[in-house]
């Protein structure tokens, strides 16, 4: 079944606690993304990927980094949560380069809480 | 940047009604997309729209870019309890890779 797979669905942390949210797609897709969702804003991209060893900034990157060490993985990466990361995240995938009309895919959603 | 208002935020209808949402912007874009958010899950694509004028049906669901290319909206006909949930606009300028998205419109159905 081709999807796009996150971990974990759930987690609560603290302040300054390094974290790192998974992200996997089975379709064979170059293009990968991380959105934030926070209410009354709808979804906000925070770091995409064209492909394999290609990262480049969203709309809300601070506080945020990403690698895409395989074209199947595309993990987030806080090194230092902080309370205003709180969110619910979400990863997509989308077949195609710059120009494709490809659309994206997305997980099931990670529900950070930083206390 | 690029900004997306999607109207109305949230809807109380009765089961059987018909359903209308749209989004606008002051930008111009090349992709039109519709999704669905159920609690606890992530946004499924329902319609793509990638023409201006372009009108897309997907059974009771129906979308259109707008000709302006600054708009595009989503009517469900006869709604039914699941369709309850988030519905999203998105929109993307040509070469981009990024989606830009509306702020949701939520839906809730009175049986």
């Known amino acids: 079944e081709a999807q796009v797979t996150q971990n974990p669905r759930y987690l609560i942390t603290v302040t300054g606690k390094k974290l790192t949210v998974t992200c996997s797609q089975n379709?064979?897709?170059?293009?990968m993304s991380w959105y934030r969702q926070d209410p009354g804003l709808g979804l906000r991209q925070i770091y995409y990927?064209?492909?394999?060893?290609?990262?480049d900034k969203g709309d809300v990157p601070e506080g945020y980094k990403v690698s895409r060490k395989e074209k199947r993985n595309f993990p987030l990466i806080l090194e230092s949560p902080s309370p205003n990361q709180t969110s619910l995240y979400f990863c997509?995938?989308?077949?195609?380069?710059?120009?494709?009309?490809?659309?994206?895919?997305f997980g099931d959603g990670t529900r950070l809480s930083i206390l | 940047g690029q900004q997306l208002n999607q109207s109305p935020q949230s809807m109380f209808i009765q089961e059987g009604e018909d359903v209308s949402m749209n989004c606008t912007s002051s930008?111009?874009?090349?992709?039109w997309l519709w999704y669905k958010q159920e609690p606890g899950e992530g946004p499924v694509l329902l319609i793509a729209?990638?023409?201006?004028?372009e009108l897309t049906s997907n059974g009771r669901l129906t979308a259109q870019f707008g000709i302006t290319r600054k708009d595009s909206f989503l009517n469900i006909s006869a709604s039914i309890p699941s369709d309850v949930g988030i519905y999203f606009c998105?929109?993307?300028?040509?070469?981009?890779?990024?989606?830009?998205f509306g702020q949701g419109t939520r839906l809730t159905i009175n049986p």
């Open positions: 997509a995938s989308s077949l195609g380069g710059p120009y494709s009309n490809q659309p994206q895919h």
């Open positions: 990927s064209m492909n394999v060893e290609v990262t």
């Open positions: 998105a929109a993307r300028i040509q070469g981009a890779q990024k989606l830009v």
């Open positions: 729209l990638y023409k201006a004028g």
């Open positions: 930008s111009i874009f090349n992709t």
């Open positions: 379709m064979n897709h170059e293009y």
